[in-house]
């Protein structure tokens, strides 16, 4: 385009030096069919030139034409001399081109001419006008164009044409615009008014439809304003609304307009659809009543206005007002779960409940009443709430209860609700709840077919809010196994959600699962606690993370270990659990149980000590570090080793035949008679308390450790140790045990295990011999050094 445009300068720069001396007349000029055809016609262009002007050129000339930049053949029947010649282009493709004519011989441009090619203008569209009534007032019109590109210029103009008065106006707009405002001086509010667009290019022109309107009627009023919102008296179910239009627009008094209403209950989402139409509503009373309403209820309630078929006004800001009340109507869905009071031998009884679809509250401070009826046909409250749930007992003979919902204005009829013995059927096996969406859950269950199988109850509640008023519910038919719940849920916090199973005769036992909407990671981190430490392991704990701080379900704990100034080495992850402990105590619990079961002597010798044999044992002065048990070597047979250590328990009192029947026949758990008082004069070092080991048999003195030697003889008390015995020990039952003292005695005393006669033959007893009887021997020492001292 640049460079046709180039060319056509040059030809008409060309064409204005071309001239003779003395004559303003061009040498050469091109007659076209026109300057301006529709884009892809056949154009007819003629070049002349003056015979004058060929001087110096000679008499053969040979005449090119070129568009734009690219040559063109003439056709040669059209050359009737070598002054003028014709091109005939089949079909003009470009919107804007230049034609030149030129002489061949050396490329000279003698003349040139501009084609431009376009569409005739579409017919404007949707011509629309909208009164404008505040300061300025104005009559705003806008229309379409078309989508069609013309590729010429196209100008617009809007007529209009005053019918009363015949007042007629024009109005030309520049280029390519498609609206104008009339002013306020140029058309009247209420005369009818015709007006129509004209487009025009080079090509032709083309008029939109005609509207006739009253510039009143095209007027787009103002927000109106809800003035308050009341009832009338004995008027069920009806709001009257007052209402007004704008301080500019209050002088349109005389008008009558269209309105629509348009209504919600208080908390709902929804405004009611359609609207509710009102027509020619007088300015001068602007008051509409809408009926039909729910009784005792709140609505938000909203107008909107217009004038005949004009443009409706934004919706007006909501005002609120309540119905007049009446008594509740309908019935209420109920849940009831009872359990049995062992301390009293009642009922204790839940109960909730949620209005059906047929429940009507007719009032806004509603109460709710649950009546027990008597037999005698007087009914006792058992509660009275605000609430939607509420717990009391019951006697365990009633069948039914009566719960009604209580207004200003009256009471609902009673719902009967029956009263069943809790059931311990486990019908349902198994209970699923994942999230849905953002806002529910999706339940699922499974359940064994039982013929009085009725149908389900499906419960839900917060875990951390433990009020009955945060339990809901939803009660389901038998052929359902899933159900989506939905309410205020939460993320990150963890919900209660039961299935129950309802027969024709009760409630069955329900299955409950936990669930979380969204989870994240835990708020806090649990805190460690070491409880034990071994050489190569340690065993830790921590308090369980508490349920509001968990975000979700804990699947393990991850324990992280390294060296006091080293990097993190390693770390053991724990699997669903409170306690953690280490790997070193997992080995050492395995360790444990492996050696528990095991049959290995040897095996089992190295991690218990050997209890030392009474029978085969000796007393001396041990050290301090002699007196920790032994263990046996791993290739060794373990052999017999020397007892302990061997304490006295002084008494204060001489001790009867009968109070040695008591000490004898008592049943009691005698295995501390061994901890010595005054401590064992073999061990100085031995304090008794403390010691692990648990002698076999107790000694009873009648006479102090330090005191002067009673020659009464000894008491011995077998021990109830819990150590296990040696595999050679035999009964538990000993044989009886003779008394062996320093004077002996005349009869044969039994103290561990009964005696092979009651009345024995008496005989002389054979000589003593001390090795086989240690304990006795260590009392004859002990004598011996008494004497001596």
């Known amino acids: 385009m640049m460079k046709s445009t180039w060319m056509l300068v040059i030809a008409v720069l060309v064409l204005n030096g071309a001239r003779t001396e003395g004559d303003s007349e061009p040498c050469a000029k091109i007659h076209t069919s026109s300057l301006v055809v529709p884009l892809g016609s056949p154009v007819t262009a003629t070049c002349n030139i003056r015979e004058d002007c060929l001087v110096g050129l000679g008499q053969a000339v040979d005449i ?35 034609l030149i004519c030129c002489i061949r011989a050396s490329s000279q441009v003698v003349t040139g001419v501009e084609i431009r090619a376009g569409y005739p203008p579409e017919t404007p569209q949707n011509l629309s006008c909208q009164t404008n009534l505040t300061y300025p007032d104005t009559l705003n019109c806008i229309w379409d164009t078309g989508q069609q590109d013309t590729h010429l210029p196209t100008k617009y103009t809007l007529h209009t044409e005053m019918r009363d008065s015949r007042e007629n106006h024009t109005y030309e707009l520049p280029p390519e615009i498609n609206h104008y405002s009339i002013p306020r001086t140029d058309f009247g509010l209420f005369s009818d008014m015709n007006i129509y667009v004209k487009a025009k290019n080079d090509l032709g022109e083309a008029t939109s439809a005609h509207i006739v309107l009253e510039p009143v009627s095209a007027a787009k009023f103002d927000q109106p304003i809800i003035a308050k919102i009341g009832v009338q008296p004995k008027r069920l179910g009806c709001l009257k609304l007052t209402w007004s239009l704008s301080k500019q627009q209050s002088w349109i008094r005389y008008l009558a307009v269209n309105l629509e209403v348009q209504l919600k209950t208080a908390g709902s989402d929804q405004w009611s659809d359609p609207p509710i139409p009102f027509s020619q509503v007088k300015l001068s009373k602007p008051v509409v009543e809408c009926c039909r309403l729910f009784h ?157 199988l009725i149908g389900y109850v499906v419960e839900w509640k917060p875990l951390l809010k433990t009020d009955l008023s945060h339990i809901h519910f939803e009660t389901v038919n038998k052929s359902q196994s899933s159900l989506i719940i939905t309410g205020s849920f939460e993320p990150y916090k963890p919900y209660g959600i039961s299935v129950y199973p309802r027969f024709k005769d009760g409630i069955g036992s329900p299955q409950t699962v936990n669930a979380y909407l969204r989870q994240k990671a835990p708020s806090v981190v649990p805190k460690i606690q070491i409880k034990k430490t071994w050489e190569s392991h340690i065993e830790i704990s921590w308090d369980e993370i508490p349920l509001e701080q968990r975000n979700g379900f804990i699947k393990g704990y991850k324990v992280f270990y390294w060296d006091e100034n080293g990097p993190i080495k390693d770390a053991v992850t724990v699997v669903v659990s409170v306690t953690g402990v280490g790997v070193g105590l997992a080995m050492l619990i395995i360790f444990t149980v492996l050696i528990c079961f095991s049959k290995d002597k040897k095996l089992k010798g190295h991690f218990w000590p050997v209890v030392p044999d009474p029978a085969n044992s000796s007393i001396k002065r041990w050290s301090s570090e002699s007196t920790q048990f032994t263990h046996p070597s791993w290739d060794e047979e373990p052999n017999l080793i020397c007892l302990s250590h061997l304490s006295f328990l002084d008494l204060t009192t001489k001790l009867s035949k009968e109070e040695d029947d008591i000490w004898l026949n008592s049943s009691e758990d005698t295995s501390d008679l061994g901890e010595s008082i005054c401590g064992s004069p073999f061990m100085p070092s031995y304090s008794g308390s403390n010691s692990e080991s648990v002698p076999y048999a107790t000694v009873l003195l009648s006479y102090s450790c330090n005191g002067p030697i009673s020659d009464e003889p000894h008491v011995y008390l077998r021990s109830e140790s819990t150590q296990p015995l040696l595999e050679t020990e035999g009964s538990f039952t000993p044989k009886c045990y003779q008394n062996g003292a320093i004077d002996e005695m005349p009869t044969k005393q039994c103290f561990f295990g009964p005696c092979d006669n009651d009345n024995p033959e008496i005989k002389e007893d054979p000589p003593i011999v001390w090795d086989d009887f240690p304990f006795l021997r260590a009392l004859a020492m002990n004598k011996i050094e008494s004497d001596s001292n």
Not at 77 to 84: I, Q
Not at 402 to 407: E, I, K, T
């Open 64 to 98: 090119e034409w070129r568009l734009g930049s690219e040559r063109i053949l003439s056709s040669p029947a059209a050359n009737e001399s070598n002054r003028v010649s014709r091109v005939v282009l089949s079909s003009f493709n470009y919107t804007r081109a230049a």
């Open 296 to 452: 005792g209820t709140r609505y938000l309630a909203q107008i909107r206005v217009r004038y005949k078929q004009s443009p409706w006004s934004e919706w007006s800001s909501s005002k609120s007002g309540v119905t007049l009340e009446t008594a509740p109507t309908g019935r209420l869905d109920s849940w009831m779960k009872v359990s049995r009071n062992r301390t009293s031998k009642k009922l204790n009884i839940q109960l909730f409940w949620k209005p059906s679809k047929l429940f009507c509250a007719n009032g806004q401070n509603l109460s709710y009443v649950v009546l027990q009826q008597k037999s005698y046909g007087e009914r006792w409250k058992m509660c009275s709430t605000s609430e939607t749930c509420c717990s009391f007992q019951l006697s365990g003979r009633v069948r039914k209860v009566y719960l009604s919902a209580v207004n200003s204005a009256g009471k609902s009829p009673p719902t009967e609700i029956r009263v069943y013995q809790p059931k311990a059927h486990m019908t349902i096996m198994d209970v699923t709840a994942v999230p849905h969406d953002e806002r529910s859950f999706l339940v699922q269950w499974t359940a064994e077919v039982i013929s009085d």
